[in-house]
């Protein structure tokens, strides 16, 4: 059964910094993972997709990578700012055409 | 731009009523979704569906029932609703048919009280 885990569940860093968020997956067969934001109380709004054939993904000043073989992918965030904090989710979309979401790690950018 | 809605951001019921939770997305989408997220929990899938009337179990489907009479529109039912339904209701649509699914649009989500 493919389950998803990102740690840590909450980090807070000062303005400016870069920052690395984890996801983590059990079952290395999977067609696609996506990075999503969610600001409280509302939606999830896509970040980015990697295709299960791709090693990265970048958009402006976030770039994802993926490791199938160890079932690891980072969110990397360049020069963070206030408007960044949020939660952060990963989704793995598995071969059983099931999405599963990890629980999120919740971003506290400090001014 | 893409947009899904539902029809309500906050709702409370009472033990045993019938809830009705909707959802529309304006872009012609095959895919639609439901899921509830609880703390500690992440997102859960309830139910989805590929096309009008066609619909599959998610991970979570006990106590709930949907609709898909039209493509645009994705219901969402609780027979009878219990406080254990309390949750954050989010609703999600995809531009693929089949079942392979691309990114997925969310709505805002409905916040449900069952008291």
């Known amino acids: 059964k493919q389950e998803v885990t990102q740690i840590p569940a909450a980090l807070s860093v000062p303005e400016g910094e870069n920052l690395v968020l984890n996801c983590s997956f059990t079952?290395?067969?999977?067609?696609?993972l996506q990075w999503f934001r969610q600001d409280p109380g509302k939606g999830l709004t896509s970040l980015l997709l990697i295709q299960s054939s791709q090693r990265e993904q970048t958009s402006g000043r976030l770039n994802a990578s993926l490791d199938k073989s160890s079932g690891r992918s980072t969110l990397y965030i360049a020069a963070s700012q206030p408007g960044d904090s949020a939660t952060y989710l990963c989704a793995v979309l598995s071969s059983a055409s099931k999405i599963i979401f990890g629980s999120g790690t919740r971003l506290s950018i400090r001014p | 731009d893409v947009k899904v809605t539902q029809s309500s951001r906050y709702l409370v019921k009472r033990t045993g009523e019938k809830v009705f939770l909707e959802c529309v997305q304006d872009?012609?989408?095959?895919?639609m979704f439901w899921y509830r997220q609880d703390p500690g929990l992440g997102l859960r899938l309830i139910y989805f569906s590929y096309d009008v009337k066609m619909k599959e179990k998610g991970d979570i489907p006990e106590g709930y029932s949907v609709s898909r009479e039209k493509k645009e529109r994705f219901s969402l039912i609780l027979e009878s609703a219990s406080t254990n339904q309390t949750s954050m209701y989010l609703c999600?649509?995809?531009?693929?048919?089949?079942?392979?699914?691309?990114?997925?649009?969310f709505g805002p989500g409905t916040r449900l009280t069952v008291l």
């Open positions: 079952d290395s067969a999977i067609y696609n």
């Open positions: 872009m012609d989408h095959e895919n």
């Open positions: 999600a649509s995809s531009p693929r048919g089949g079942r392979r699914t691309d990114t997925q649009y």
